[in-house]
């Protein structure tokens, strides 16, 4: 079975550090992570190779090439192929740009079904999935919380989908595209310690525009019509510390504290 | 020899209830919070002993050394489980555990002559509640002390909070018995001073169980007057600013029994109520009135001498409350290890090393500095500081304290976080000729700097291993590097 995993490094936003003094955030040393939901789809692809040794994954992710390195630390994690879709006209694609030239790469590949996230940590559209179905003419399911594993090698997928106030079961014929959510706990492995520094750069393949043939006005900023008319940034409140000792007043503070959160 | 044959002549020793071979308890005997995390998470990669023998007494003891001497099996000495350097870690297959659980009586406490005996299964705590009880202390307070156990503490040279008033555990051994392979049995008598020859306790004390096995000990006791505790706080300028405070104190002659420098990173972690993201000084001044009144005026003088250094004052309430919550007991254990079993998450790391006055604020910085641009998982770190507790006429010790979010599997975790910042600890600390453990011991994961550690008197001590244990089955692996062993460190 080929799996393809579709990948983006982000911003850790979740993790970074705001200056409440001068109301701004911290960007110095802010690391770039694989985004959550990313890494839950390719978990659980790691998950079928695991349990399927001759299932292939490859990893597809459109990026700088500054991100070489992560792709790598995702081959030394048992991903058979990572391929880097990354040239200077594709800077500043909106999504629909994106979706056409990541859909121009896929339609040259075999594959049986396409794993995403469902929402990136920088942008939150979640425009990309469901634009590739469109273009690749697959069904696309987004929110998705499990996949059944005992049928996936029989081109069937039948996947939990997170519908806010239900979860609901859907039986999906592959090829398809499977946005997951990071809520379904799927793990990504760690590297271990025997590949930490194992050379798979003889798994890295980069593909430019020369490969893809765009018409540079076709793509980049200038092919993107997407108008952004307005950015604000979020406002933090800083939280009130109160200390208390390690006594009886300190844990009666602490009590009544969680009595008016409800917690106890 | 198989495990039956094993089995067979232990119980020619010990009745069948000295002998323990459920799979749970060898399992916790394959290793020591060295590899807590892995432990918890069960993918120890390290062989589980034979069996676990409870002996009653130094008779047996030798008896089960002489077995096992005879059939080249290896020995780990065992007391309250609270080693934190592998010196429980198993490393052979055909081992046994030599508890003293059942060593567990006081035997005199003598207030006259101010020294007290029990045997190697006594928990620290036990004795000590009983000295209270009569107004007064042993003066060793390690965070174990709830758990540590006599012989343990003896055997690994430990320290305690109050160490810079009482002294290591060095200062307060007066006598002891123990066991040597071949079974001879040795007490060294308790006299208040001697000269017959080389102090012949420090071959027992601090041998990690390599060379002997600890029995019983006898300790100083000294009179404890609680209502007399003093303690004081303070926010300061940098751990150097600490540094040179505990140094005027001390060389001016007094003893506070708790003389700390804290970083700011090791403060926040310490004193989340008052820290304000400064490095912490903090005192202890204890004893009689007029000894407790003497040091105080030392504390305030050198205090006095360095206030360009000092930020601000700490309500010495917040030190006195911090104390009496710092020990960890066998619940604090226990949950830590429920804790790992739920999350990537553990309570981090120490490495602990000394060196005299000018050579610590070095050792500190270069370790710094080295971990912030050599370590490859830097970026994983959640908390690298230290801070400096124990102090001498010469000098100080550091305690290097890491915390850090686990990204790998629990049995990569050593190898890829705690041992490289481990290697640099020791090797900037060799390098600038410091000592590479102050109290932990040596372990199993520091042996391969024990020769440059003692540099050309590394003579000594292979001598004495020669001499005592010839067939080395004397916890296989502690303190003396082996190279069949290497493949559980690297």
Not at chain 2, 258 to 282: G, M, P, W
Not at chain 2, 294 to 315: P, S
Not at chain 2, 328 to 345: N, P, V
Not at chain 2, 361 to 370: A, E, G, H, L, T
């Amino acid at each position: 079975m080929n799996i393809i995993c579709l990948v983006k490094f982000v911003p850790d936003v979740d993790n970074f550090v705001y200056d409440y003094d001068r109301n701004v955030l911290v960007r110095e040393n802010v690391k770039m992570i694989l985004n959550p939901d990313d890494a839950a789809a390719l978990a659980f692809a790691l998950k079928i190779k695991d349990k399927y040794p001759k299932t292939f994954i490859e990893v597809v992710s459109m990026a700088p090439k500054s991100i070489i390195g992560q792709l790598e630390d995702l081959l030394r994690r048992n991903v058979d192929k990572s391929t880097l879709i990354s040239d200077k006209a594709f800077v500043g694609s909106d999504t629909y740009i994106t979706s056409k030239i990541l859909a121009k790469y896929l339609k040259a590949q075999t594959f049986d079904c396409i794993l995403t996230g469902t929402h990136a940590l920088d942008g939150d559209t979640s425009h990309v999935p469901a634009q590739l179905g469109e273009l690749l003419s697959l069904a696309q399911l987004s929110n998705v919380l499990k996949i059944d594993e005992s049928n996936f090698l029989n081109s069937i997928a039948i996947v939990d989908v997170d519908r806010e106030r239900v979860i609901s079961t859907y039986r999906v014929s592959l090829p398809a595209i499977l946005s997951v959510q990071k809520e379904s706990n799927y793990k990504l492995p760690h590297i271990k310690f025997k590949n930490l520094h194992l050379d798979v750069s003889a798994n890295i393949h980069v593909v430019s525009n020369t490969d893809l043939s765009f018409d540079e006005k076709e793509v980049g900023i200038e092919g993107s019509l997407t108008k952004v008319s307005r950015t604000y940034p979020k406002k933090m409140e800083k939280k009130e510390r109160i200390f208390v000792e390690n006594d009886d007043e300190g844990i009666e503070v602490v009590y009544r504290f969680l009595k008016t959160k409800g917690y106890v | 020899m198989n495990k039956n044959e094993l089995l067979e002549g232990l119980l020619s020793i010990l009745t069948v209830e000295q002998i323990n071979t459920n799979e749970a308890d060898l399992y916790d005997a394959s290793a020591d919070r060295y590899k807590k995390y892995a432990k918890a998470r069960k993918v120890l990669d390290v062989p589980m002993p034979m069996a676990i023998v409870y002996p009653n007494s130094a008779e047996e003891v030798s008896k089960l050394l002489m077995f096992c001497n005879e059939h080249l099996i290896n020995v780990i000495a065992r007391g309250g489980k609270t080693a934190t350097e592998g010196g429980l870690e198993n490393w052979k297959e055909l081992t046994i555990v030599i508890d003293a659980e059942n060593l567990n009586k006081i035997i005199k406490i003598d207030d006259y002559n101010m020294q007290a005996t029990a045997q190697a299964g006594v928990r620290l705590q036990e004795l000590e509640d009983e000295l209270r009880k009569i107004g007064y202390t042993t003066g060793h307070s390690p965070q174990s002390k709830p758990v540590a156990k006599m012989g343990g503490l003896v055997a690994t040279r430990s320290i305690g909070q109050f160490s810079t008033l009482y002294g290591g555990i060095e200062d307060m051994v007066v006598g002891l018995e123990c066991v040597f392979p071949n079974g001879h049995i040795s007490r060294i008598k308790n006299v208040s001073r001697r000269a017959g020859g080389p102090d012949i306790r420090h071959i027992a004390i601090g041998n990690e169980g390599t060379l002997c096995y600890i029995t019983e000990v006898t300790v100083k006791i000294f009179k404890y007057f609680p209502e007399n505790h003093k303690f004081y706080g303070y926010l300061i300028k940098d751990v150097e600013t600490g540094i040179k405070i505990l140094r005027e104190v001390m060389v001016n002659g007094y003893r506070p029994s708790v003389a700390r420098t804290y970083s700011e990173e090791d403060a926040r972690q310490h004193f989340y109520h008052f820290h304000k993201d400064k490095c912490v000084l903090i005192f202890m001044a204890e004893g009689n009135k007029e000894t407790v009144e003497a040091t105080c005026r030392g504390i305030e003088q050198a205090v006095e001498n360095f206030k360009e250094g000092i930020l601000e004052y700490v309500d010495s309430k917040h030190i006195e409350s911090w104390f009496n919550h710092l020990n960890w007991s066998q619940k604090d254990i226990d949950d830590e290890f429920e804790g790992m079993l739920e999350k990537d998450y553990h309570a981090g790391f120490t490495t602990e090393i000394s060196a005299d006055w000018e050579t610590i604020p070095k050792i500190y910085d270069s370790v710094i500095n080295r971990v912030r641009s050599e370590f490859e998982r830097a970026d994983d770190l959640t908390m690298l500081g230290g801070h400096s507790s124990h102090s001498y006429i010469n000098g100080t010790n550091m305690y290097f304290v890491y915390n850090y979010n686990i990204n790998c599997d629990p049995e990569d975790e050593m190898r890829i976080y705690h041992h490289p910042l481990q290697r640099i600890i020791v090797e900037e600390t060799l390098k600038f000729g410091g000592s590479m453990c102050h109290h932990h011991g040596i372990g199993k994961f520091r042996n391969e700097w024990t020769t440059e550690e003692h540099g050309s008197a590394y003579f000594m001590l292979e001598k004495l291993k020669e001499a005592f244990d010839p067939n080395g089955i004397m916890n296989f692996g502690t303190i003396y590097y082996q190279e069949e062993g290497a493949k559980y460190q690297k």
